[in-house]
């Protein structure tokens, strides 16, 4: 009896643990999250090393970081709190309009974000010497063309779970 309950309850933990594993549709997860986060982090490490930044530098990028980072946060978070909200807005049916005043609160709270960015940006360009202007632009450069790629390659990927749902709908 005992061996009995021993391999169901392990049947049932591998049965769920792959259907854990699988989207909607039954095919495997992407997290584009993930792999996009990895891809930068290493990017960003590679910049450091080629931009070579001295003490001084280094001193001022890091008294930019620290001076942005509680600014930027709360807002990350009211976007990350934003977002939660209109997901669960979807899922309890609320009315076009709420669901659009919503997605407008992120988009502001997005486009604050962005200015600061821009802003931390520019700043740190200006602690640069000419040279080191070039790398960084060659990056900027680089990085939008991966998001663009990244982007692209999610939207192809939800065009085709879509293409999927309906083929087994019917």
Do not use: W
């Amino acid at each position: 009896m005992k061996k009995v309950l021993t391999l169901l309850t392990a049947g049932i933990f591998i049965l769920s643990a792959g259907n854990y594993a699988c989207a909607e549709d039954g095919s495997p997860k992407h997290n584009f999250k993930k792999e996009r986060h990895e891809y930068f982090k290493q990017k960003r490490k590679e910049l450091r090393k080629s931009l070579n930044l001295d003490e001084e530098q280094q001193k001022k990028a890091r008294e930019i970081r620290m001076e942005a980072r509680p600014v930027i946060k709360p807002i990350v978070e009211q976007i990350h709190q934003k977002k939660d909200e209109l997901k669960q807005m979807r899922h309890s049916g609320a009315s076009k309009e709420e669901l659009k005043a919503k997605v407008e609160e992120i988009k502001s709270l997005r486009e604050k974000a962005n200015s600061l960015r821009k802003n931390n940006m520019q700043k740190f360009e200006s602690i640069l010497n000419p040279e080191q202007k070039t790398i960084f632009s060659e990056f900027k450069q680089e990085m939008k063309q991966k998001r663009d790629e990244l982007k692209q390659k999610r939207k192809q990927h939800r065009q085709d779970r879509r293409e999927k749902r309906k083929q087994q709908d019917f």
